[in-house]
């Protein structure tokens, strides 16, 4: 299966700063990628489907690149709703699997 | 607006079978866009997916778990279920069902259930 490594394992950061979280997989995934936000207590949520495209309703603070193995999430302008954790999860193989999550908090 | 709902036993015993059921509402398991899966999450750590079902019956599921693992769908319910055998207590999660959408750029698991922690212990 495809190993996908999420660093860093926290991100502590103030709101307003840029946020840059990174996604590597173990072998080529091309673009099939997506991220996801999960909050305390909830169900994880679709920000980024391959690897670059916005769910709908997702701000425009979010923003994915990246192709291949290496992935990477930026979060503009961090704001109060963004701290929470984020998973990429990789779908070019079977089975999916899931980051073991960044989680952003605050400094 | 479609929504799901995971419901079952919140405790099962080990070695036994852990039981649970999404309903699905305003939409259709039948859609031939849709995969319905199990993913699951151990408190404190990351996500697993388990396996889907399509409507047709079609399965598939993760290879640490196939051993163990029945996903089934009831059109006529508009649900599907899952079973998981001869659990121990690092069966412990919450398990969320959710639709892996094969449409608009997917796939994607757009839809999520709000998840149904249960808990393995005798």
């Known amino acids: 299966e495809i190993v996908m490594t999420q660093s860093p394992a926290t991100l502590s950061a103030s709101p307003g700063e840029r946020a840059t979280l990174s996604c590597r997989a173990s072998q080529n995934v091309n673009s099939n990628l997506d991220w996801y936000q999960q909050k305390p207590g909830q169900a994880p949520r679709l920000l980024i489907y391959?690897?670059?495209t916005r769910a709908t309703g997702v701000p425009a603070r979010f923003s994915g690149s990246g192709s291949g193995t290496e992935f990477t999430l930026t979060i503009s302008s961090l704001q109060s709703e963004d701290f929470a954790v984020y998973y990429c999860?990789?779908?070019?193989?079977?089975?999916?699997?899931f980051g073991q999550g960044t989680k952003v908090d605050i400094k | 607006q479609v929504q799901l709902q995971e419901s079952g036993p919140g405790l099962v015993k080990p070695s036994e079978t852990l039981s649970l059921t999404c309903s699905v509402s305003g939409g259709s398991v039948s859609s031939d866009t849709s995969y319905w899966s199990w993913i699951r999450q151990p408190p404190g750590k990351g996500l697993e997916w388990i396996g889907f079902i399509y409507h047709s019956g079609s399965t598939n599921y993760n290879p640490s778990l196939k051993s163990r693992v029945t996903i089934s769908v009831d059109t006529s319910k508009n649900q599907f279920s899952l079973q998981l055998r001869s659990v121990t207590a690092a069966d412990t999660a919450v398990y969320y069902c959710a639709r892996e959408l094969w449409f608009g750029g997917g796939p994607y698991f757009d839809l999520w259930g709000q998840g149904r922690l249960v808990t393995v212990s005798s």
């Open positions: 999860q990789q779908y070019n193989n079977w089975p999916r699997t």
């Open positions: 391959g690897a670059s």
